[in-house]
């Protein structure tokens, strides 16, 4: 089955009554692949596809909320943000400052500036509150994605979950 949309246009079948989409999109001063998918077309509606697409038109938005989302969890310990910083402060050093475009004195701060979003992926048939709508994948550059934060939002653009891959 394959469904048709006006800005995704034809999605193509993904398997056994699923759907998927891809493209390279430039927002910001980058550009990311973003995808949309599900595995049952029947679960996606014309609604859950039209907030994709206004989404899609909005990263830089959406990246700006994912990121303040990470902010938010930098004063615990127990965080996978903060997992994640020492995780690449152990493995990069005193060079993990070579990434920063902005040096504000709050390295913490400065290293969730300087990450990188390296993909985006759309779940159009996870429309809920609480389920995860898409997801924003983090690295510290697109050459070093061995460490990835994940950054789910809901269909409102809300964070949901952030765990580190």
């Known amino acids: ?78 965080t996978a943000v903060s997992k994640f910083i020492a995780l690449l402060e152990d493995e990069h050093g005193e060079d993990l400052e070579d990434y920063f475009s902005h040096i504000s004195g709050d390295r913490d701060i400065d290293l969730l500036r300087a990450i990188a979003v390296i993909g985006v992926r759309f779940s159009p048939s996870h429309a809920g509150e609480d389920n995860t709508f898409v997801v924003f994948e983090y690295a510290l550059s697109m050459d070093e994605s061995d460490d990835v934060l994940l950054v789910s939002l809901n269909n409102r653009g809300e964070a949901v979950s952030i765990e580190q891959d």
């Open 1 to 78: 089955m394959a469904l048709e949309h006006d800005f995704f246009g034809l999605l193509s079948t993904g398997g056994p009554g699923g759907i998927y989409w891809s493209e390279t999109v430039e927002f910001g001063d980058q550009a990311v692949g973003v995808s949309l998918s599900a595995e049952d077309a029947q679960n996606v509606t014309e609604e859950s596809l039209e907030v994709a697409a206004a989404m899609i038109s909005s990263l830089e938005e959406l990246d700006l909320r994912a990121r303040e989302a990470m902010i938010a969890e930098i004063s615990s310990r127990h």
